[in-house]
């Protein structure tokens, strides 16, 4: 069996929460564009096409893969918070004075 440090398990999980966290901006994408009245079908294929890839390539990540852990927790973190930003700006239009922080949720 292989052994791995607390800090190797705590950035794996951290890298894990940042595809997860992905995924779900993808699942509400997915929805926006589908509740539409013409849906674009290349951009729901697109979307739906990232979220399976993220899908898998969390199930492939190994908590003793430091690079892959540290890649996807620098790549991904910063995805997720401009995204994040991004339908934070779309829901201050829709309720303004709401306050929404990117940091609580990956890093």
Partial sequence: MEKWTQDQAIAYECACDCITDLRGILTAQIY?????PRPDSE???????ERSRLFHERAA???????????????????F???????????????????????????
């Avoid at 926006?32 to 539409?36: D, G, I, P």
């Avoid at 003793?64 to 995805?79: F, H, L, N, P």
């Fill in 32 to 36: 926006e564009e589908s509740a539409r």
């Fill in 61 to 79: 990540l190994c908590v003793t893969d430091d690079a892959a852990v540290a890649r996807v927790r620098a790549e991904y973190g910063a995805w």
């Fill in 81 to 107: 918070r401009c995204l994040y930003a991004e339908r934070c700006e779309r829901q201050m239009q829709v309720e303004p004075g709401i306050t929404l922080n990117p940091d609580q949720h990956s890093q």
């Fill in 43 to 49: 951009r729901l294929a697109c979307l739906q096409a």
